[in-house]
C-alpha cells in the first residue's frame, strides 16, 4: 500500500497563477494506466493533458470548472482501491492542514522575487499583512496566506476574499439577438483579460515605434550566430538588456503607491510553437555574451518544446520581448505584463525598403514618453552599428552573380558594380562581365 503519484497544478505561464480544471477524466477510485490522461487544465492560451506516470488507482481532490493555484495537490494516485476515498473531497481544505503540516517544517531558502497569485494579493491587502513575512517564497497563494494568519493565531478557517471594488464594471453592450450569436467567454480568455488588465485597464500605457535600417545588418551578424541566422532577436535581447541597465525605469513596475526597480536584468521572451504562450526568463541578460543569449535562447525553446521548463525559467521576469517577425506583420502594439514596466514588439523586416519596426509599450505611471523614445532611438542606433556599411565589407563574401568570381579574387582596381539580377535580387557584376567579356 503507497502513494505512488502526487499530481500538482503546474505552472506554466508567469501569468497563470490559478488554472482551471476542465476535464476530470475518471471516477474516484477508478484504476488507470502509465500514459492515461487523467486530467486536463486550462491555462490563459491553452489546454494542457496532464498523464498518469503509473499505473494505480485515481484519487481526485478538485472539480471540474473550478480554478486551483499553482503547486495545488488535486490528484494522487494510489496502489491500492481500499486507499482511495471514494466520497467527493473539499480539495482545498483537505490540502490546506496537509501542506500547513509540512511548511511548518521547510526552511524557505528562496532568493529571488516573490509572485503572488491574484487572491493571495487581494486577502493580504483586505488583512494589512506585511510582505516581508513572506520573504524566502517564490510563490505565495491564497492559502499561504491563511496558514500564515492561523500559525498567528487567527482562527484556521476560510477567509473570505473581499469583493473587488476598485476598477467598476464597465457597461454591458446591448444584444439584439437575433442579429448576433453569443459566445461566453472561455476561462483561459477571461484569465488573460485579468493579468493584462491590471496596467492596461489604468489607460496610461502608450506604444512609441522605431525604425531600424536592417540593410546589411546580417552581412557581419550571422558570423556571430550558429542557431539564429537572419534572426534580430539574439541581438536585441543582448543590446536591449545592456540598455536597461541604463533606463531602469523600464526594468521595473508600479506598485500601487510606489515604483519597484528590478536590482537584477532578467530579460524574458515569448514563445508560442504550439505548446502555449510562454515566457522565457533568460535570467542575469545584461552579464552574457552575444552567444550566450542565443545558447540560452536555443535552451530555454528546447525545454519548452520537450515540455521540461522549471519554474525559474518562467518566473522573476523583468522586461518582456515579444517577436513577431516570422508573421509578416509591418507593426503591433505588445501588451504590458502584470509587474512590468514595458514590453518591446519586433515586427518584420521589410525586404524591399530593408528595415524593420520596433515597438515598446510602456506605464506613464512609472516612465514617460521622452525617456521612452530616447531608449528606443539609441537602441535603433545600437543595432544599426552591427550594419555592413559601417563596416569594411569581406571581399570573399562578394561575388559575381554571372561567373561566381569574388572580390578578392579580382586582379583590378575598379571594383565590383552593385546591381539587380535577372531574379529581381540585389547582387553584384564584375567588370569583365558588365562589359560582356
Not at 523586416?349 to 531608449?375: N, P
Amino acid at each position: 500500500m503507497a502513494l505512488l503519484q502526487e499530481i500538482q497544478v503546474p505552472l506554466l505561464a508567469v501569468n497563470d497563477t490559478t488554472l482551471t480544471v476542465v476535464d476530470v477524466a475518471y471516477p474516484n477510485g477508478q484504476h488507470i494506466k502509465k500514459g492515461d490522461i487523467i486530467l486536463v487544465f486550462e491555462t490563459s492560451k491553452t489546454t494542457y493533458e496532464v498523464m498518469a506516470e503509473v499505473d494505480g488507482f485515481v484519487q481526485y481532490l478538485c472539480e471540474a470548472g473550478r480554478d486551483y493555484d499553482v503547486n495545488q495537490v488535486v490528484a494522487k494516485i494510489f496502489s491500492t482501491d481500499a486507499e482511495v476515498l471514494k466520497e467527493p473531497i473539499a480539495a482545498k481544505q483537505d490540502l490546506t492542514a496537509q501542506i500547513q503540516e509540512v511548511k511548518q517544517h521547510i526552511v524557505n531558502a528562496w532568493t529571488g522575487d516573490t509572485l503572488y497569485s491574484v487572491e493571495a494579493l487581494r486577502l493580504i491587502e483586505s488583512l494589512h499583512i506585511d510582505k516581508s513575512a513572506f520573504k524566502g517564497r517564490d510563490f505565495v497563494t491564497r492559502q499561504d496566506v491563511e496558514e500564515l494568519k492561523g500559525i498567528n493565531g487567527i482562527a484556521n478557517k476560510k477567509i473570505a476574499a473581499p469583493p473587488v471594488t476598485a476598477t467598476p464594471k464597465k457597461a454591458i453592450a446591448p444584444v439584439d439577438n437575433s442579429k448576433v450569436i453569443i459566445e461566453r467567454l472561455s476561462s483561459n480568455k477571461k484569465r488573460e483579460i485579468e493579468f493584462l488588465s491590471p496596467v492596461q485597464s489604468t489607460g496610461l500605457t502608450s506604444t512609441i515605434n522605431v525604425t531600424v535600417n536592417t540593410e546589411g545588418i546580417f552581412v557581419h551578424l550571422n558570423r556571430s550566430l550558429k542557431y539564429f541566422k537572419n534572426s534580430l532577436l539574439p541581438v536585441i535581447m543582448y543590446e536591449t538588456a545592456r540598455l536597461l541597465q541604463k533606463y531602469p525605469a523600464l526594468n521595473g513596475y508600479f506598485t500601487g503607491d510606489g515604483i519597484a526597480f528590478y536590482k537584477q536584468v532578467n530579460v524574458g521572451f515569448a514563445v508560442d510553437i504550439d505548446k502555449g504562450l510562454k515566457v522565457l526568463k533568460i535570467s542575469n541578460s545584461a552579464e552574457k555574451t552575444l552567444a550566450d543569449i542565443e545558447e540560452n535562447i536555443m535552451a530555454l525553446s528546447t525545454r519548452y518544446l520537450d515540455e521540461t521548463l522549471q519554474l525559474e525559467d518562467l518566473t522573476d521576469i523583468t522586461f518582456t520581448i515579444t517577436d513577431l517577425s516570422s508573421e509578416g506583420v509591418a507593426f503591433f502594439r505588445p501588451l504590458i505584463n502584470m509587474m512590468n514596466s514595458g514590453i518591446l514588439g519586433i515586427s518584420a523586416i521589410d525586404d524591399k525598403l530593408q528595415r524593420c519596426t520596433l515597438s515598446c509599450t510602456f506605464d506613464h505611471r512609472v516612465t514617460e514618453g521622452k525617456m521612452v523614445a530616447t531608449f528606443l532611438k539609441e537602441l535603433a542606433n545600437r543595432l544599426e552599428s552591427y550594419r555592413a556599411t559601417n563596416h569594411i565589407y569581406p571581399v570573399k563574401d562578394i561575388i559575381c552573380y554571372k561567373c561566381s568570381k569574388s572580390l578578392a579574387d579580382e586582379l583590378g582596381d575598379v571594383g565590383f558594380v552593385k546591381s539587380i539580377t535577372p531574379e529581381g535580387k540585389e547582387g553584384y557584376i564584375c567588370q569583365s562581365c558588365l562589359k560582356g567579356f
